[in-house]
């Protein structure tokens, strides 16, 4: 069974500080993506950041940027410089080549002014 | 712009009824998927489709059926709806994993009431 865990369910974060929000996942499949999406009030989804399985590098989206650790199972975010804007439910996503797509629990993130 | 369109944002039926829920994408995207989204549960995945006329189970399938006859549409059928299928129903798409650029896209979700 292919499985996506966040061990947080809520998270705060001062505002301009930084935030770690982890997720550790399970696959017997070699080949897939990572991805975090973010919710807002709205509960339209909306892509943070992408990581390949095949490429060690960390990828980077700005102030967003992932810990990928392919031994370990482990594909936690980083949220730099934190705005009031980032506030939102968080979840991580696995998707495989046999076209399984699964989320985690999602990581209700507060910033606070 | 890539599009999934949920044909219902809101919707209110009687325990028993029969319930279609409709998504289209006009991408051309091999996959699609339904989920169920419950405070505290995350997404959970009902079933996914990675071809027309195929489907498989996801985590929850139990009480639920789909229906794949065209590319762009994915519907997701409750035979007999029951108070506790109260959620909100959401639907993504996506090119298989293979293809450059994966990206998953959302519609924009369906809150299903079963009284």
């Known amino acids: 069974a292919q499985t996506v865990t966040q061990s947080q369910p809520e998270m705060s974060v001062q505002e301009a500080e930084t935030v770690t929000l982890s997720c550790t996942y399970d696959?017997?499949?070699?080949?897939?993506?990572l991805f975090w999406y973010k919710q807002p009030p709205s509960r339209q989804m909306i892509l943070v950041i992408r990581?390949?399985?095949?490429?060690?590098q960390n990828a980077t989206e700005n102030r967003f940027s992932v810990n990928f650790q392919k031994a370990a199972k482990s594909f936690s975010l980083k949220i730099s410089d934190s705005q009031l804007g980032d506030a939102a439910m968080y979840f991580c996503a696995c998707i495989t080549s046999g076209s399984r797509l699964t989320f985690g629990e999602g990581t209700q993130l507060t910033v606070n002014p | 712009d890539v599009k999934v369109t949920q044909s219902s944002r809101y919707l209110v039926k009687r325990t028993g009824e029969k319930v279609f829920l409709e998504c289209v994408q006009d991408m051309d995207h091999e996959n699609m998927f339904w989920y169920r989204q419950d405070p505290g549960l995350g997404l959970r995945l009902i079933y996914f489709s990675y071809d027309v006329k195929m489907k498989e189970k996801g985590d929850i399938p139990e009480g639920y059926s789909v229906s794949r006859e065209k590319k762009e549409r994915f519907s997701l059928i409750l035979e007999s709806a029951s108070t506790n299928q109260t959620s909100m129903y959401l639907c993504?798409?996506?090119?298989?994993?293979?293809?450059?650029?994966?990206?998953?896209?959302f519609g924009e979700g369906s809150w299903l009431t079963v009284v």
């Open positions: 993504a798409s996506s090119f298989t994993i293979r293809s450059s650029g994966n990206t998953i896209y």
């Open positions: 990581q390949e399985a095949y490429k060690q």
């Open positions: 696959t017997s499949e070699s080949d897939y993506y």
